[in-house]
């Protein structure tokens, strides 16, 4: 498809698409800042176990790994957040620059490794040679002599959200732990840790805790922890708890890996930052409404595009570019009010006033309004468009909302139904008819909950949308053939019998990445992408293999025989399609005389090369013939035949 | 490519067509021509070379055609030849077409012309031919039928294609019957109907025409293959027990976009006099202005916006801490994190991951695993190469085994050399005469968010406990009720089909996409009617946006039940407001913080190290509008010195944050006032440059986040109207 867009007219991009308004939701920004505890306990390795697959991890070097992976992740995923590490209870002290820190504020024993900011490659190298490099490690992990102030801790994190990320939607602090109570004597500092802690709360910094337990020692929030940490829902203890309100000790005794465990818990911390539509109403009937907010749970994620950099400078900047419109015909600059909509019709422009184009596109208000019910099985399996969007019942505008969303989720996933809608995202958006399908929670092995439960809305092609099938021969396999296809099929089940997308990276992307990392670490380029995504081929070797060559038999022995009764009948056999018998014609016609379909086969291009007659051969069929070999098919005859030659020459 | 296609039109502009019939409002010519300017503005739409048309006038005044020396073929006018017609032509046969005084001009002759036209035009080529003949059938026509038969084998051996439309003509098929026919009518109709019959052409009403255009019509556009190659399981180059099938990839779903609008300026260049090569009536006269001269003079003509770009890097010494480079001195790259990675223009292909075409099957899945919600794309059909029967065989044996197993393919797709690979879901397709595997793209780990909502089911509580009877749970009787309505509710066979039987109601084929055919029809529309207002929409356009009344009312007595059980309230506009809850946050242990700061003094101190906190706890402490005063007096001097201070914008963003807090606590303490003093003062200091010089930017950034003034409506105290609070926002 972008090879279709290359070839529309330069002016029909700058136009008003409908899409759905996903960049406003990505920017609910986050900052993250990771505030490591560093001691003797938390730099031992917990004690041997006898697994084959120990984890060396110390605490702090599975944290700092965590971290560090957490940080490649988000520089792919979420391009615009923050990050940041805080080591506390070091021998050293470090804190940001000097013209930031502004004069007298000092907080001993804690250590700005990276300042909370977009990361940049330095980061990311200072936080990678900390976790890789022994030496490194062990110049900065030096546990300090005197116990390090909480509540200096939790204000210098204050500190740094204060300046460094001001009006971010979601600030939050992420605190590594195995010290249940760090100011067990000192009753004074435990205060004035809780007071530190409220004003986190009221700057809407929300503090997460990974506490680690160890096997001699189970971690208790209460001792301390429980004065810090704030609920971020009102206190009804008839609430319905926050999904992962606090998450479980991770403790480095039961086998499992720490990194792994402590990675698993900071993953289960992602919340939906913001709806992609908030409160749009439900109408189940006629005046019958409750409220939903929708989320975006699938969404194909794209390498950020390029951009223009400036190298005059003492390094790299990324030139920031702002546009201006201008007339076409004095380059005057012109005012967003003097600007006409106009359609191109007729190779020439119909005007309408902005009150009359607001007016054709007004469908009514927003929201989600069910026309009734049908089984899923009407639904075909080819009736998509783009990703669904996750719905969720909310009370903000009805209240009752949840236990009438509730019934109805249930109600059709027990019939296997799905409401039929019609559904306005936002004020003038294009309508679309959409199905709501019911969807239930699912777990990973260990009850983290994979996918929520709750509804799925479903854009549905309009008839406009639904392309007819090419026409083609149908030969229907006989029965032979397909058992012995079923046998290879039953051989290749995927794991679990599943497709897990958290199996599959997406191997373009991380490679796309992963050369930037290495230019901008100005390391030596990977010379091999990791890709998930190629069929394991030994395996299906080895398991299928046999059954292939025994279908390969088969098929060969199945086209004969139908070959010797349906040779001539095939070609008279072609349905005549009355709307363009003159192209089928002179199709049939090329095909009768034997050899020569439109298409050329191997065979004869490999002919024709030798003979060095490839230029003889209509553009069509060089295009097809390089098609089919993934070759471009773009340009002028001659380079169509350079490239068949090349081709063969490269053979 | 669309094939190239040429119709002709013979319009009836007789005497006996300006006539009002039939209880209709305007007269037959111009009923007649909703149907035609409906057909050739939607050819103009296509925008296409090879769409081409040409009108013929029929009974017309005058005689103007190649055969006009002869006695039948006079009143006979070609209005258009055959061509591409863009809108100034459009617009010209507009004002030609129209009632003449005439009775005289045979239809059959004007046929003859057209047939001439055509064959003239098109020669041998490849072309779809037709001709459509529009009439009132009160004319008189030779009605020789020898004549007759000779002119529908010409058409019929040419492969042209004749439709006539007539005006109150009967069609039993249809159900339409005019009483009372005029005798010559009906003969009239009588011979064109065989004239039809003659060459298979269509011969229809108008109100049937008509009554059509509502139902929009659906572009057929010729596939073209996505992907061309194999199907393979295993790798063919290594292994010789790999499978590989030679298949094509189409498209099954692909959304049409509605017409989309480009902006335009008027032309501020007409002193240079080259306007006309920009012709005058080409633009619709704006409503706004419609001067006397507008016709001639081109005061209308439109420019295009272009959009230019300037890049700007960050530069210490610049005034304002930014500085213009040029476009040409930049080079490419992109951006790792906050790092500018530069790759020279050469290079750029490296971070590109390299890949052989191909569609790889990876493994199996059973249809009963697999969420429907996963698919990420439109679909597609994998055929076999079309003109290998072995191949078709061999990809049936795939698709019948997958059906009997009741299982979908995984597959990795990469549909040319050094494209992106995409993990595609294959699933059989078996229908009656046809075959086919079907594909969706399925998402990698990067697509999927894992964000995380509690159960539906079952409620567990803050304190661990498992309930239930829950507000937010349904109770027996909600969950009956909603049954009990969705199963009353059913669409599937509420539907009718051609044969009146029972059938789903709103198939996907019936749902037109509103938004496309509502501005296509407009913008045809003002092509033909510039003065009038746009029609209403069609209502095939928005049927599907309410549930069937008939459906309602079967339901109605359930949708009570519902309600009642449901007991749904809404929430008050007014209690939507956040009304702090004040004091009330504790962390998880319940301590309570505020005493431990208790012992502070009533007035306190606000510092600009720590400000939003403490201005919180200061208004959390607060005894009476004094203190809130107080406090909020003391966070503005804090934010205006940042400002002084700032260097550049650098301080901006933490003013907009404390700003924020300072009015949302205001709005919540309803103090209105109080913030309203505090932005205007704000105000005046910015633009009086007080605030260490010219801080417009500052003023932006507090328009941009719409910082100005409490209105009314968000705070009832507030004296500030919705006028004032607009004005004080754009106003320097």
Known sequence: MADENKWKPPGDEEEEEEELDETAYKSAKDAVLFVIEVSELMLTAPPPVGRKEQDQDTPVSAALKCAYTLMQQRIISNPNDMMGVLLYGTEQTKFQKEEQARGALAYPHCYLLTDLDIPAAEDVKALRSLVEDEEESKKLLVPSKERVSMANVLFCANQIFTTKAPNFASRRLFIVTDDDDPHEKDKALKSSAAVRAKDLYDLGVIIELFPISRLDHEFDRSKFYDDIVYNTRPTDPEAPAPIFGTAAPTSTSDGISLLRSLLSSINSKAVARRALFSSVPLEIGPGFRISVKGYIIFKRQEPKRSCYIWLEGEKPQIATGTTTQIADDTARTVDKVEIKKAYKFGGEQITFTPEEVSQLRHFGDPGIRIIGFKPQSMLPFWANTRPSTFIYPSEDDYVGSTRVFSALQQKLLKDKKMALAWFIARKNASPVIAAILPGAEKQDDNGAQIIPPGMWLWPLPFADDIRQNPDTNLIRAPEPLIDSMRTVIQQLQLPKAIYDPRKYPNPALQWHYRILQAMALEEDLPEKPEDKTVPKYKQIHKRAGAYVVDWGHELHRQFEEWRMENESAVVLGKRPAKDDMAVRGAKRAKGDDGEGTAEVDDGQMMKAFEKQTVGKMTIPQLKSWLQAKGRPVGGKKAQLVERVEEFFEQK | ?732
Request: net charge negative.
């Open chain 2, 1 to 732: 490519m669309a094939d190239k296609e040429a119709t002709v039109y013979i319009l009836d502009m007789g005497s006996s067509m300006g006539e009002v019939r039939n209880g209709r409002k305007e007269s037959d010519l111009d009923w007649a021509m909703t149907y035609v300017w409906e057909k050739i503005t939607s050819t103009v739409a296509t925008d296409r070379k090879g769409a081409q048309l040409g009108v013929i006038g029929l009974r017309t005044d005058r005689t103007e055609n190649e055969l006009d020396k002869e006695d039948s073929f006079e009143h006979i006018s070609v209005l258009q030849e055959i061509g591409q017609v863009l809108l100034p032509g459009l617009k010209e046969l507009r004002s030609k077409v129209k009632v003449g005084n005439t009775h005289d001009g045979d239809a059959i002759s004007a046929i003859v012309i057209a047939i001439q036209m055509i064959t003239k035009h098109c020669k041998k080529l490849k072309w779809k031919r037709r001709i459509v003949l529009v009439t009132d059938g009160r004319g008189s026509i030779d009605a020789d039928p020898d004549g007759i038969a000779e002119i529908s084998k010409k058409i019929k051996e040419d492969e042209m294609e004749l439709v006539v439309v007539g005006v109150d003509f009967d069609d039993l098929d249809y159900g339409f019957k005019e009483e009372d026919k005029d005798y010559d009518k009906a003969t009239n109709e009588s011979t064109l109907k065989a004239l039809v019959e003659g060459c298979d052409g269509i011969f229809g009403t108008m109100q049937q025409a008509i009554e059509e255009l509502g139902t929009p019509r659906l572009k057929t556009t010729r596939p073209v293959p996505s992907y061309k190659g194999q199907l393979t399981l295993g790798d063919p180059e290594t292994y010789d027990s790999a499978l590989c099938i030679d298949v094509e990839r189409y498209p099954r779903v692909m959304i049409r976009r509605p017409l989309t609008a480009s902006q335009y300026v008027r032309r501020t260049d007409l002193s240079n006099g080259h306007h006309s090569t920009q012709s005058s009536n080409t633009v619709m006269p704006d409503t706004d202005d419609p001067g006397p001269t507008a016709a001639q003079a081109d005061p209308n003509s439109l420019t295009s916006v272009k959009n230019a770009r300037t890049y700007q890097v960050t530069d210490a010494d610049a005034p304002g801490g930014k500085r213009d480079v040029n476009r040409d001195d930049l080079a490419k790259g992109y951006e790792y994190g906050r790092t500018a990675v530069h790759i020279s223009e050469s290079d750029l292909n490296v971070v590109k991951l390299e890949t052989q075409a191909g569609l790889e099957i990876i493994g199996f899945v059973p249809w009963s695993n697999y969420d429907r919600y996963m698919s990420m794309t439109v679909s597609c059909v994998v055929i076999a190469q079309k003109t290998n029967s072995k191949a078709i065989m061999a990809l049936s044996s795939l698709i019948h085994a997958l059906f009997e197993l009741e299982s979908y393919a995984v597959a990795r797709l990469v549909t040319k050399t050094d494209k992106e690979p995409v993990i595609v879901l294959l699933a059989p397709s078996i229908e009656v005469d046809y075959e086919c595997l079907l594909d969706v793209q399925l998402p990698f780990t990067e697509d999927v968010r894992s964000y995380r909502f509690p159960t539906l089911d079952k409620v567990i509580t803050v304190s661990g406990k498992k309930i239930e009877g829950h507000r937010n749970l349904p109770d027996d009787a909600l969950n009956k009720s909603m049954s009990d309505y969705v199963d009353r509710m059913d669409l599937s066979t509420f539907g009718k089909d051609d044969n009146g039987e029972e059938a789903e109601y709103m198939p996907m084929a019936e749902t037109y996409s509103p938004i496309l055919h509502r501005i296509d029809q407009a913008v045809r529309w003002r092509a033909v009617h510039p003065d009038e207002p746009v029609p209403p929409v069609y209502e095939i356009l928005t049927r599907y946006s309410k549930p069937p009344e008939q459906l309602v009312a079967k339901a109605k007595r359930q949708l009570e039940k519902l309600v009642v059980a449901a007991d749904v309230k809404k929430v008050p506009a007014k209690t939507q407001s956040r009304k702090r809850t004040r004091n009330t946050m504790t962390p998880l242990s319940g301590l309570d913080v505020t005493a431990l700061l208790g012992s502070k003094p009533r007035k306190t101190k606000i510092t600009a190290e720590n400000p939003i906190p403490e201005f919180k706890q200061a208004l959390d402490m607060a005894d009476g509008v004094g203190a809130i005063r107080d406090a909020a007096q003391q966070l503005t001097v804090i934010i205006e010195t940042q400002i002084k201070d700032s260097f550049g914008d650098l301080a901006y963003s933490r003013a907009v944050e404390e700003l924020n807090v300072l009015r949302e606590e205001l709005t919540d303490l309803e103090e209105p006032g109080i913030y309203n003093d505090i932005i205007r003062g704000l105000k005046r200091k910015l633009i009086a440059e007080e605030l260490g010089g010219d801080r417009r930017e500052m003023w932006w950034e507090i328009r941009k986040n719409k910082l100005g003034l409490i209105e009314k409506k968000v705070s009832e105290v507030s004296t500030v109207d919705e006028e004032e609070g607009k004005a004080f926002l754009l106003s320097i």
